[in-house]
């Protein structure tokens, strides 16, 4: 059984990242409206809502519980790994701050929020095809925020139930002889796979990010917190561009 479900997970990785490169592909060489972006911005809501959705019924009729795929209250691992865990947090704490800073400079300080905003519209007329689509995908009026911010929880919420939660524990009983945080590793890099769309530069950040998540929900024992900073990141997004 957890074979079958592993395959399955590893199909869904793979239909993940073809749709999302299929999308940005489509939207090569177009003018990306607010609808358009909206569109997508829906699509990604409901992806990650089904898929939460799947995950958290084969746990219910499943062997797994609640508590054993990260629904459980913060418990920092202490022993051996102890400074692993104490430098996981402190680099989360960090890149919150850092996210929290930008978020609050953007809302408060208007030269700074015009400044992003055109580094940003300058980035997406320059760059490379791929990367203008991605940029160009970026909330600018205060309707897509809205949208996008219901997105970012969906993907923060959703995307630790798959990755790290039900993701770390069918790898946790398949190869039951290698550490938690090496499969954490391997768990990280099929997040970073799946967010293919995003370019290889995407891929490597989102990887990197999904194996600090996993040493985090590794180093706590529960998922809450890595679905509040995976929120904090990618809420911070929308507080990159507005349209003047």
């Given amino acids: 059984m957890d074979s079958i479900l592993f395959v ?9 990242a073809y749709i999302g490169y299929a999308a940005i592909e489509k939207l090569k060489g ?9 569109q997508r911005y829906r699509f990604s809501f409901l992806w990650n809502i089904v898929s939460g959705g799947v995950v958290m019924f084969i746990i219910g009729v499943g062997p797994a519980t609640l508590e054993e795929t990260g629904f459980r209250p913060v418990h920092f691992l202490s022993g051996s790994h102890r400074y692993l865990t104490v430098g996981t947090c402190i680099l989360c ?31 997406t007329h320059s760059g490379k ?18 949208y996008f911010t219901a997105t970012a929880l969906a993907a923060g919420v959703c995307e630790e139930i798959v990755f790290r939660g039900f993701l770390l524990y069918l790898l946790g009983r398949i190869f039951p002889e290698l550490s938690l ?16 769309y995003q370019g290889v530069k995407g891929v490597i950040k989102t990887g990197l990010l999904g194996i600090l998540f996993g040493f985090l929900y590794i180093s706590t024992g529960s998922l809450y917190l890595c679905m509040a900073v995976h929120f ?8 990159l561009c507005e349209e003047a």
Avoid: C, W
């Fill in 8 to 16: 399955g997970v590893v199909i869904y990785l793979i239909i993940t």
């Fill in 30 to 38: 177009t003018h990306l409206s607010e609808e358009k972006r909206i």
């Fill in 93 to 123: 704490a960090a890149l919150s701050a850092i996210f929290i800073f930008q978020i609050a400079a953007f809302l408060l300080n208007p030269s700074y929020r015009d400044s992003i905003s055109k580094q940003m519209e300058e980035k």
């Fill in 129 to 146: 095809v791929y990367d203008r689509v991605v940029n160009g995908l970026i909330p600018r009026t205060r309707r897509e925020k809205g």
């Fill in 181 to 196: 945080f090496l499969l954490a590793a391997l768990a990280g890099i099929g997040f970073g796979a799946a967010h293919f």
């Fill in 232 to 239: 904090l990141f990618d809420i911070s997004a929308a507080f």
